[in-house]
């Protein structure tokens, strides 16, 4: 079948809402379709997103995925994606989570936004982005595949949200004229031990330009971002396992830590 067939695009949509609901992988959508469009796989995701709402799930928010070296050399990609934050996905620091309710998670400690005001438009300058911005935060993201393993492209991976599992927000701050994120250290342990670290510059020079690429994305599909919503600007470090029995900590010299209880 075409994959930009309507019925592709629902049968598949189909097949990965069901592998996370039953916890059964499906295999990689490249494999059968190798030159799947980055437009189709948008497509499929956004069909995803939409029947997520028509069950009572409410959007909060994008994420930008692979927007650090680390992440496009581990995960064999050259662009960001992005994906839909939803609020059932949405957890709040110190919070507990079952690792049997995902099949191969991962985590990825982030630099994240509330925005003030809506963000919208192709060709933002840096300074817009920034005075959008209301609050500033870390988050652990928690990303998990729906497919049957981890060697996938980047358009498996926006098909299937970006890869998005779980947020855990910290506790969110005003964002200080003087505060300079692309300089930020974030530091990230597991069961107290450091086993990650990355700057702000990390993704795209400056967590703030996550915003404008992301703003600009949406634009072409006649969307943007909007005041109150939250936008995770991407990992600052290569993503790390993530287990049962283990607690994974980040903290910052100026942001508030956050942290996630895995049982």
């Known amino acids: 079948m075409d994959e930009s067939d309507d019925r592709w695009i629902a049968a598949t949509a189909s ?13 990689v959508l490249t494999r059968r ?6 437009e189709t796989a948008y497509r499929v995701q956004a069909a995803i997103v939409a029947r997520r709402i028509a069950a009572g799930a409410r959007v909060v928010g994008h994420k930008a995925g692979a ?42 400690a982030e630099v994240a936004f509330r925005l003030g005001s809506d ?20 988050a652990l993201e928690v990303i998990d595949t729906r497919f049957t393993d981890w060697q996938v492209t980047i358009a498996d991976s926006i098909a299937d949200n970006a890869s998005c599992a779980r947020v855990v ?44 690429w992301l703003a600009g994305r949406l634009h072409r599909f006649g969307d943007g971002l909007r005041a109150g919503q939250l936008v995770l600007a991407g990992a ?28």
């Open 15 to 27: 097949a990965l809402l069901a592998a996370e609901h039953e916890n059964v992988p499906v295999e």
């Open 67 to 108: 927007t650090s070296k680390a992440i496009q050399e581990q995960a064999g990609v050259d662009e960001p994606d992005s994906g839909v934050l939803l609020d059932d996905m949405v957890l709040h620091t110190g919070s507990a989570m079952h690792r049997s309710v995902l099949m191969q998670p991962r985590v990825e």
């Open 169 to 212: 927000t910290g506790p969110m701050v005003a964002l200080e004229p003087d505060l300079d994120l692309a300089a930020e250290p974030v530091v990230v342990s597991v069961n107290g031990t450091a086993v990650a670290t990355g700057e702000g510059r990390a993704v795209l020079g400056d967590p703030l330009r996550v915003l404008v």
């Open 236 to 263: 600052v470090h290569a993503s790390l396992p993530l287990e049962a029995g283990t607690t994974v900590h980040a903290h910052s010299p100026h942001l508030p830590p956050v942290e996630l209880h895995v049982r």
């Open 33 to 38: 379709l190798p030159g799947l469009r980055l």
């Open 119 to 138: 963000l919208s438009g192709p060709g933002l300058a840096l300074e817009e982005a920034r005075a959008a911005v209301k609050e500033v935060f870390l």
